[in-house]
């Protein structure tokens, strides 16, 4: 249970609007992707790949649909890699030490990182291979 004090309200200067704390919100959020970004090699990785992706989809003039399915195989491995990321910070907080359920949970949401990765080489491949092989 929280201490008392945190039931008290922020003095008069901090509290927020309604419209600060929403703006304040896409802050944290848009900080947390920052994050990741900066820290996971992998969701560099993935972000060059979602870069070369949407610049292929325009050269190839890829239709509307191609495009919406390439977007959502982009935002499914940047969701999961971040959900792979706040896993590991977790359980780093949780067991700093060597332990084999912390290498379990760590090992498993990699996994999933991995799962949907290749699903998304699988959509990559049925959008741009008909593409590509009409240029020859
Ligand atoms: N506390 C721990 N206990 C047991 N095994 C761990 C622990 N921390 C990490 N591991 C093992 O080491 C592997 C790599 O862990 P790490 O935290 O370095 O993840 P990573 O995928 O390399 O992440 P990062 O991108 O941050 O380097 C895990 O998949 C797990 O098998």
Known sequence: MLPPSSFEPLPQHEQKSEWRKFIAGFSYAFSG???TVRTQRNMRVHVL??????????YLHISAI????IFIAITGVFITEMINTV???CVDLASPTYHPL???AKDVAAGAVLVNAILSVIIGLFI???H???LF
């Open 132 to 134: 590509l092989l009409a």
């Open 87 to 89: 896993l590991e910070v």
């Open 66 to 69: 191609e495009f919406a399915l």
């Open 33 to 35: 992707f920052w994050y």
């Open 49 to 58: 790949a979602a870069i070369v992706a949407v610049g292929a989809g325009i």
């Open 102 to 104: 912390a290498k379990i």
């Open 128 to 130: 741009f291979l008909p």
